[in-house]
């Protein structure tokens, strides 16, 4: 059996870490979820794997404060050393180097694999071909990451999985106390709410669709005051970090997912749109990068980045056509059983972990 430690000492990604871990362990591996206590919430609880939070044990402040961030860099190294001195996996496997250019200098002596997630901000090529092997989610990604000099056959494309295990939580969870049901359609924008993420160029398009609402929900990273302002009576604001019992509550309600991201937005794939493939959601998602794959699969419907008279069009048509949401929903859940679906992640990854493995 393989041993494997899965790395997120920043706890950035609980849902994929936890998502990755227990579909390893459900194909047959030995896995630790090495990483740190996540300051916003609840994460899920492991399915037959182990956490260690070995990271950031004394931090203290406010979760996202310059307090705790502050804390946190005081005991990165110290905590990065601690953990090269007892790895004993087999595989290492980051998901997140928080200051690439010392931790790739600060690896266990194993074989290490390093995810990237974002594939614009990463370290440059001469310390990642430190590594055997990275992990990128689309063939974009591998484009991203080859242009700025890493060998061809080091980088790895295995998809991110459809977040389903929220899907347990729907039927006894509840809206956030800021939303009510209601009966007309509900567009859902969901996440960290930053800049290239297209929420001017979504509210916007939103003047002209009628007879539904825009549920605008996550933290935002910028001022948004002016935003909120100018925003239609249809558009509900929540802009807090939510539970994962709300977050379910929310995707199990919108009949539609909406991500108008920015042409050159830098990111891998989504959480956000891995969540609506695990509700079966129709999705509309700007045609960049990250997500090209799903529309050409059918899982997801395509507009032009930053083109709001298109995107209007077409939330109005999907809102006011149940048809048209139903098979998008029904694409959907195609992939996530089948391409995006987190097994098959395992697979391709206990794979990759076998040609590294020391024998």
Known sequence: MIRVDLVDPPAFSPPYDHALAAALARAGADVRLVTSRFAFGATPPPDGYRTDELFYRHARGRAGSRVRTAAKALEHVPDVLR?????????????????????????PDRPVVLTIHDPIAHAPAQLLRRLPAVVVHTEGARRAVVEQGLAPDRVHVIRHGAFTHLTRLAAQAALPRELTAGDRPVALYFGLIRPYKGIETLLEAWRGVEGAELWIVGRPLFDITSLRAAAPASVRFVPRFVSDAEQAALFDRADLVVLPYARGARFGFSGVLATALGFGRAAVVSDVDGFTELIELG???GVPAGDAGTLGRVLGELLGDPSQRERLAAEARAAAKGPYSWDTAARATLELYETIRPR
């Open 83 to 107: 953990y090269r001195a007892a790895a004993a996996a087999d595989v290492v496997h980051f998901q997140w180097l928080p200051v690439p250019w010392l931790d790739l200098r600060l690896l």
């Open 299 to 301: 899982a997801a419907r």
